[in-house]
C-alpha cells in the first residue's frame, strides 16, 4: 500500500519533467479500471475489498494531483487560442471547482441513500439484510468502475496532446515573448 501512495506522489513530478500527462492519466484511469474488476472477482476475501479501496483511493489521488497540470495547459491553450491579454486562469479554475466541489459533497449523501433504501440498518454492527450487503457491494465496487468507464471515454476525447501540445506551448512562449495582444 506504501507503494501506491509513493507512485502517485512521484508521477506527478515525473509526468511535470516529461509532459506525458496524457499516457499516465490514461493508463491511471485503466489501471483503476483493471484493479476494479480483479478485486469484484475476487471480492469474497476481505483482502481484495482493502486493497481495492486503497489502490482506488491512491489511485483517484494520482488523477488528482495531474488535473493541475492539464488545467495549466487548457489555460494556455485559451491564451493562445483567443489572444488574450491576461490568462482566463480564475476562470477556468472556478469552473473546475464549481463541478466538482458539489459531486464530492453529494456523492456521500447518495450513497447513504442507496444503502438505507436497500435495508441497511444504521448503528447496528449486527448482520445487515443481503440486499444491504448487494447494494454495499454494487457501490462499492460498481460506481469508481463505472466512473473510471466515463472519464476514459471522456478522456479519449481531449485533444491537447503530443505535438498539438508541444505547438500550442512554442505558440504560447513566442506570444509571450513578442506581447502582440489583441484585446
Known amino acids: 500500500m506504501l507503494i501506491l501512495s509513493l507512485g502517485s506522489f512521484f508521477a506527478s513530478s515525473i509526468v511535470q519533467a516529461s509532459g506525458e500527462s496524457y499516457r499516465v492519466i490514461g493508463g491511471v484511469l485503466a489501471a483503476k479500471l483493471l484493479v476494479g474488476v480483479v478485486c469484484l472477482l475476487l471480492s469474497s476475501y476481505q483482502s481484495a475489498v482493502l486493497f481495492f479501496i486503497v489502490a482506488n483511493r ?6 488528482c494531483r495531474l488535473s493541475a497540470l492539464v488545467l495549466s495547459d487548457l489555460v ?6 483567443n489572444r488574450r491579454s491576461k490568462p482566463m ?5 472556478g469552473l473546475h471547482a464549481l463541478v466538482s466541489r458539489p459531486a464530492q459533497s453529494l456523492a456521500p449523501m447518495l450513497s447513504w441513500w442507496l444503502l438505507r ?3 441497511l440498518t444504521a448503528g447496528g454492527i449486527g448482520a445487515q439484510p443481503a440486499a444491504a450487503v448487494s447494494a454495499a457491494t454494487r457501490l462499492l465496487f460498481g460506481v469508481p468502475m463505472a466512473v473510471s468507464v466515463l472519464q476514459a471515454i471522456l478522456w479519449s476525447q481531449y485533444r491537447l496532446r503530443g505535438p498539438e501540445l508541444a505547438r500550442m506551448k ?8 513578442s506581447k502582440q495582444y489583441i484585446v
Do not use: A, H, M, P
Open 58 to 63: 491512491n489511485l483517484t489521488e494520482c488523477n
Open 76 to 81: 494556455d491553450e485559451d491564451y493562445v487560442r
Open 89 to 93: 486562469s480564475s476562470t477556468i479554475s
Open 117 to 119: 433504501r436497500s435495508g
Open 170 to 177: 512554442r505558440r504560447r512562449v513566442e506570444q509571450r515573448k
